[in-house]
Every structure is written in C-alpha cells, then in structure tokens.
C-alpha cells in the first residue's frame, strides 16, 4: 500500500487524538501533512514536534500568532478561512474530517472539489449539504469513506453486496446518558449528568447529542445521503452494549452485521487504509463469550422526540436538516454553559425547526444563510429565557 498524506482537521478531539494514535502507529503508511486545531495550543504543540506537519490552522488569530513565533517553518493560518485553505492544498490524499460541527462542510467541499478522498467523521457535512456534497464527489471521483462507527459499519458489510440487493439499514444507539430516565425525570438533570456516557469517551458536544438523540438522528440523515437509501428504509433499534455497530438486511432476509469493542481506532484505520484491513496495534480484547447476552429494544420516539424530528427534517429536505442541526449546535453549547435546562434543548431545536421559512430552490448558500439566521434566533431565544428566568 502506498503512503498516504493525511489532512486532519480537529486534531485535538476526541476522534482527531485516536486518528493521531493510528497515523503513528503506522509511520510506513500514513504521514500527517496539515491538520487544524480549536483552543487546545499545548497538544497543538506536541503534534507539530512529533509529525512534523507542514501546515496548521488554528481557531483563533492569536493562536495562530503564537505558532508561528514558536515553529517559524511551518505555514500557519485560522478561522473558517483557513480551514479552506488547509483543504485547498494540492499535497495530499486524504482529508480526515474530526472536526465537530457545520464549519466542516466548506473545508470537505474543497477537498471534493480536488478529488481528494474524505474520511468523513464529521456528520454535520452531510446534514447540512448532503446533496451537495455526494453529487461533486460523483463528480470528481472522490470517495466518502465514514468514520463514524455505525456507518462505518454499514460500509464495512456493504463490501461486495450489490446495492440493488439491499431492503433496509439498522443503525445502533446505545440510548446516551439517559436512556433509563422517564420524561419527568430529566428535568433536573445536570451537564455532570449528561457527560457520563456508559459506553463511549467523547467529546461533550457529542456526548450530550447523545444524551437528547440528536447524534442519532443527524446520523440517519447522514446514511440518507451517504447509501442513497430511503427514510423509510432506515431503522434504528437500542442496543445498550454497544457490540453490533450497525447492520444491514438483504432483499431474501439475511441480516449481516459488523461488530466489535467500543474503540474509534478501527473505523479511523479502515477509512485511512481502505480497502485494506491493516493490523490495528494494541487491539482492544473482543470475546463474544465474556459479553455473553446481547439487548436490542424498539426506539421510543415520545422518548427521544429529537429522534422523530430528524426524520421529518430528512424527509422535508432542502434547509431544514441545516436548521435542525444549526439550532442543536447553539442550544446544546448554550446547556454546557448552564445558560438553559437539558429539555429546552429540545424545545429551541424544535421551535427553530417550525419557525423555518423555506426558500424557494434551496441552493447550498441558501442553506447556510438559513444555518446562519437560525443560529442568531436561537441565541437571542436562549438570551429571553435567560431573562424569563431572571424576572
């Protein structure tokens, strides 16, 4: 297999540390060239004195000010703006997109446009410019590999099966957070509360989508577009262990399914080695004999309501998906600032959705003006209740 340079951006996360550990453990195949990083400058650091990369956008001006003074060789830029012009560089293979949020589809639209494969973890690209994105990758033959452990999975069993010969997908959640709590019982919740997650270690915007759902339902849009399959045809069941990452049902009935431990480094090695599965070092232990039994439970859609909506905002198309997830980004980082309750989350997202005036067409820069006025009604929604609450 031929050495591949990798482009990271949001290296400094969750998904973007597990992808570093894959991109070292493997020096003879995979070389970090550029990669981008949000507030963490300390671990910024480290990447840039153990891979040697030749370029770095930082978040903020500042930052990116004080890299420079400190790694004068390297070629350093920020904001949104940089982001495009890490993923505008002609050196390099793949684009693993770690970053959290609707600032990466601009940046995964570029790297399409040079017809440079993705490593697509960033589930917001597709929710919000799906169409988009999926129609300049026919067009220039740059190919969606997912990252995410239940589409990777997905991916992973779709392998030599005919598209046509496909009945339905089954995405697995494990419920986040608060899965055992009634309605009435998540109105005292804390953000400690919603951080604990019983089966994964993720960053706290995604631990807290989990904890409302959102995650999976931005997740059943993403498989929309990325297996060009119907809203109808895409299911998703409980599954409290987290051992089958997902599946799929073929047209005579037979179910093929991918499992394994609850580790990222899997999905992340296969979406930078594909088609190969190269050995993953330091492997988790997986022994279906320890595990035992295996839950799977219908989704409860009163209970997770935000799951419900996903699907009538896929459904609807156009900027809705953008508003859904435009209006979760603000709610749920205005909960982890203890600005609002865990349930007005879902209360600002669902007003945000039923506001929506839909434009006539819906072009990707029609969608992300309606991501944009949306995040600034939401705002200004969370500053009254602030002031309901003050009164």
Same mark, same amino acid.
């Given at each position: 297999m031929a050495k591949k340079k990798i482009?990271?951006? @949001?290296? =400094?996360?969750?998904?973007?540390? $597990?992808?570093? %550990? *894959?991109?070292?453990?493997?020096?003879?195949?995979?070389?970090? +060239?550029?990669?981008?990083?949000?507030?963490?400058?300390?671990?910024?650091?480290?990447?840039?004195?153990?891979?040697?990369?030749?370029?770095?956008v930082a978040a903020h001006e500042n930052l990116k000010t004080q890299l420079l003074d400190e790694f004068p060789s390297?070629?350093?830029?920020?904001?949104?703006? @940089?982001? =495009?012009?890490?993923?505008?560089? $002609?050196?390099? %293979? *793949?684009?693993?997109?770690?970053?959290?949020?609707?600032?990466? +589809?601009?940046?995964?639209?570029?790297?399409?446009?040079?017809?440079?494969d993705i490593a697509l973890a960033n589930k917001e690209?597709?929710?919000?410019?799906?169409?988009?994105?999926m129609s300049e990758a026919a067009r220039t033959g740059s190919k969606i590999l997912p990252v995410d452990s239940e589409h990777a999975a997905i991916f992973q069993v779709l392998q030599g099966v005919?598209?046509? %010969? *496909?009945?339905?997908?089954?995405?697995?959640?494990?419920?986040?957070?608060?899965?055992d709590k009634t309605r009435d019982e998540l109105v005292d919740v804390t953000l400690a509360d919603a951080l604990t997650h019983p089966n994964w270690s993720m960053g706290a915007k995604i631990t807290i989508d989990s904890a409302?759902?959102?995650?999976k339902g931005l997740e059943v849009i993403e498989a929309h577009h990325l297996f060009g399959m119907s809203y109808e045809d895409i299911h998703v069941v409980l599954h409290r262990e987290s051992v089958v990452h997902s599946m799929i049902t073929l047209n005579d009935g037979a179910v093929l399914a991918q499992l394994g431990p609850s580790d990222m480094r899997e999905p992340i090695q296969y979406a930078l080695?594909?088609?190969?599965?190269?050995?993953?070092?330091?492997?988790?232990?997986?022994?279906?004999?320890?595990?035992?039994?295996?839950?799977?439970e219908k989704m409860d859609l009163v209970r997770f309501p935000m799951l419900d909506l996903a699907y009538r905002v896929g459904k609807l198309g156009g900027g809705y998906p953008a508003v859904y997830n435009a209006a979760n980004e603000v709610a749920n980082l205005a909960f982890q600032e203890d600005k609002i309750t865990f349930l007005q989350i879902e209360q600002l997202v669902t007003r945000a959705v039923?506001?929506?005036?839909?434009?006539?067409g819906q072009s990707?820069?029609?969608?992300?003006?309606?991501?944009?006025?949306?995040?600034?009604?939401?705002?200004?929604?969370?500053?009254?209740?602030?002031?309901?609450?003050?009164?």
């Open positions: 482009i990271l951006l @949001g290296a =400094t996360g969750s998904v973007g540390v $597990q992808a570093l %550990d *894959v991109i070292a453990a493997h020096p003879d195949l995979f070389e970090l +060239v550029g990669f981008s990083f949000g507030k963490n400058i300390e671990k910024a650091r480290d990447i840039i004195q153990t891979f040697s990369p030749n370029l770095v390297i070629a350093c830029y920020s904001g949104q703006t @940089g982001l =495009t012009q890490l993923a505008q560089t $002609q050196d390099y %293979d *793949v684009l693993l997109n770690a970053i959290v949020g609707a600032i990466g +589809v601009l940046p995964t639209l570029e790297a399409i446009k040079l017809g440079r690209t597709l929710v919000v410019a799906g169409d988009t994105i005919l598209p046509s %010969d *496909v009945r339905s997908l089954t995405i697995t959640a494990s419920g986040g957070s608060f899965r409302t759902m959102v995650n080695s594909y088609p190969k599965h190269i050995t993953l070092h330091h492997e988790k232990p997986f022994d279906l004999t320890q595990i035992g039994c295996l839950h799977f039923f506001e929506h005036i839909e434009f006539v990707l820069q029609q969608i992300l003006k309606s991501d944009g006025v949306t995040r600034e009604k939401v705002n200004q929604w969370i500053v009254e209740l602030a002031e309901e609450k003050g009164s």
